[in-house]
């Protein structure tokens, strides 16, 4: 990493005998789109708020352009932020609105007017300049706040769960308008969100919190195919846990007994004893009508329980031996629809041993 925009240095908030944050440390870089995930009440919110300076640490440093800013004033960090509710003006046009906090520091007239043009343009607002609030859609009350965070001009733009008030079709496009926006403007983002898929969509990077601690930070990628826990398996998208003990291991395999499906032999090359979770994703599951005749699987026998139409996919729950369930996701890739397969239907489930992933946290 190149010198970082923001270090997070052991970080502490308490709330009397509760960590909120809990010894929290961590690099941003700049021009990072940074995202901290995780489920409500994990400490995301108030580590965001501390970095915006709304929040008084109880012990570490926050760190920004190389300074110390942990008990500086907000109003003193190049630190911006948008909050959930957008929080703007109603009284006021557009314009008016980005224009405002430029005006409150003195910044000359002209200067005033050039810049809010700029930042106008850039969320694309500059024909509805004159309206206000009320004549505007979400999603473009949305980019009001943000041109009015951006017009400052801040090394840091914070959001806070900034696409929880939109619908869902309005919430993607707006992830997209989001991360080319980032791109385009050159500076760091941080987001708030517990939205798995928001954060997986935009960010570089994803800090995934847990009771006041970082359980894991890497790409959305590495999140994803290699999660470092239990938990960040199961909370980062759809995921099978299967419990399973170790028997052996060598040439960087482990020879496993696994829960309703009896011994596998999967790759892993880290230390492992005792017991174990396998853990592999939905769509790398695969249905078939009858027993594969590959020796390479791993496979499961059961019945269907339930299928899900979602239109471009369909989720599959397959019941197995030991209350084993499976859940599959079907890639719908013919018009006629659905899973091809129905309720009650005997199944094979099958999938490669290098699809499993081996947690030992």
């Given at each position: 990493?190149?010198?970082?925009?923001?270090?997070?240095?052991?970080?502490?908030?308490?709330?009397g005998p509760i960590a909120?944050?809990?010894?929290?440390?961590?690099?941003?870089?700049?021009?990072?789109?940074?995202?901290?995930?995780?489920?409500?009440?994990?400490?995301?919110?108030?580590?965001?708020?501390?970095?915006?300076?709304?929040?008084?640490?109880?012990?570490?440093?926050?760190?920004?352009?190389?300074?110390?800013?942990?008990?500086t004033p907000p109003n003193?960090?190049?630190?911006?932020?948008?909050?959930?509710?957008?929080?703007?003006?109603?009284?006021?046009?557009?314009?008016?609105?980005?224009?405002?906090?430029?005006?409150?520091?003195?910044?000359?007239?002209?200067?005033?007017?050039?810049?809010?043009?700029?930042?106008?343009?850039?969320?694309?607002?500059?024909?509805?300049?004159?309206?206000?609030?009320?004549?505007?859609?979400?999603?473009?009350?949305?980019?009001?706040?943000?041109?009015?965070?951006?017009?400052?001009?801040?090394?840091?733009?914070?959001?806070?769960?900034?696409?929880?008030?939109?619908?869902?079709?309005?919430?993607?496009?707006?992830?997209?308008?989001?991360?080319?926006?980032?791109?385009?403007?050159?500076?760091?983002?941080?987001?708030?969100?517990?939205?798995?898929?928001?954060?997986?969509?935009?960010?570089?990077?994803?800090?995934?919190?847990?009771?006041?601690?970082?359980?894991?930070?890497?790409?959305?990628?590495?999140?994803?195919?290699?999660?470092?826990?239990?938990?960040?398996?199961?909370?980062?998208?759809?995921?099978?846990?299967?419990?399973?003990?170790?028997?052996?291991?060598?040439?960087?395999?482990?020879?496993?007994?696994?829960?309703?499906?009896?011994?596998?032999?999967?790759?892993?090359?880290?230390?492992?004893?005792?017991?174990?979770?396998?853990?592999?994703?939905?769509?790398?599951?695969?249905?078939?009508?009858?027993?594969?005749?590959?020796?390479?699987?791993?496979?499961?026998?059961?019945?269907?329980?339930?299928v899900a139409y979602y239109?471009?996919?369909?989720?599959?729950?397959?019941?197995?031996?030991?209350?084993?369930?499976?859940?599959?996701?079907?890639?719908?890739?013919?018009?006629?629809?659905?899973?091809?397969?129905?309720?009650?239907?005997?199944?094979?489930?099958?999938?490669?041993?290098?699809?499993?992933?081996?947690?030992?946290?």
């Amino acid at each position: 990493m190149t010198k970082p925009i923001i270090s997070i240095r052991n970080l502490t908030k308490r709330f009397g005998p509760i960590a909120a944050v809990d010894d929290v440390s961590f690099d941003i870089a700049p021009n990072e789109f940074f995202a901290l995930l995780g489920p409500s009440g994990c400490g995301k919110t108030t580590l965001l708020r501390m970095i915006a300076g709304l929040e008084t640490p109880t012990e570490g440093e926050i760190v920004i352009d190389g300074q110390n800013m942990a008990f500086t004033p907000p109003n003193q960090r190049p630190v911006n932020m948008v909050f959930q509710s957008y929080a703007v003006f109603p009284h006021m046009t557009v314009r008016s609105n980005v224009e405002y906090g430029l005006r409150v520091v003195g910044t000359p007239r002209e200067e005033t007017r050039r810049r809010a043009e700029d930042a106008l343009a850039m969320v694309k607002l500059s024909d509805l300049a004159e309206r206000r609030p009320d004549q505007l859609s979400g999603g473009q009350r949305q980019r009001v706040a943000l041109a009015r965070a951006l017009v400052k001009r801040p090394k840091v733009l914070l959001l806070d769960e900034p696409l929880s008030a939109l619908d869902a079709k309005l919430r993607e496009q707006m992830q997209i308008e989001l991360t080319r926006l980032q791109r385009t403007v050159g500076i760091t983002f941080i987001i708030v969100t517990h939205d798995q898929d928001e954060a997986l969509s935009m960010a570089n990077r994803i800090a995934v919190m847990n009771e006041g601690e970082v359980s894991q930070i890497a790409s959305p990628a590495d999140l994803y195919e290699h999660p470092s826990s239990r938990f960040v398996a199961d909370f980062i998208g759809k995921v099978n846990l299967i419990e399973a003990r170790v028997k052996s291991r060598k040439n960087g395999h482990l020879l496993l007994s696994a829960k309703s499906i009896g011994d596998v032999e999967v790759p892993f090359d880290k230390p492992a004893d005792g017991a174990v979770t396998l853990a592999v994703r939905p769509e790398k599951l695969k249905l078939q009508p009858n027993e594969p005749a590959r020796q390479d699987l791993i496979i499961v026998h059961g019945k269907v329980r339930d299928v899900a139409y979602y239109g471009d996919t369909s989720h599959v729950i397959v019941s197995g031996k030991d209350g084993i369930e499976l859940s599959i996701n079907v890639q719908n890739d013919s018009r006629a629809g659905g899973a091809g397969v129905k309720q009650g239907q005997e199944i094979w489930v099958s999938w490669l041993p290098r699809d499993t992933l081996v947690l030992t946290e």
